[in-house]
């Protein structure tokens, strides 16, 4: 968005669509109509729990970052910060 005051709604939505909808969806229906997955799922709770809670952390960690930093610069250089991040 930047300093361009128009936004493309249907590319916006498109991309919405593609990143978040689509992958929730497949994982939904993994979810609730493989038995198998389901079984593994349940036995596993704690972990997927663990997981989930870290991913969340991390996903908030990183958006405090950019926002504060107030760098509206390379995403390539911002993703590999944010893999040096994770991996220590």
Partial sequence: LGNDKSIDIVNTFVKL?????VHL????????KLRIVK???KRRKW????S???AIIYIVYTTFC???RGDTGNSTNNSQQEGA???G
């Fill in 25 to 32: 969806l497949f994982g939904q229906v993994i979810q609730y």
């Fill in 17 to 21: 669509i593609l990143r978040v909808l």
């Fill in 39 to 41: 079984i593994y799922i």
């Fill in 85 to 87: 991040t994770v991996g």
């Fill in 66 to 68: 950019k926002t504060f």
């Fill in 52 to 54: 989930r809670e870290c």
């Fill in 47 to 50: 972990y997927f729990n663990k």
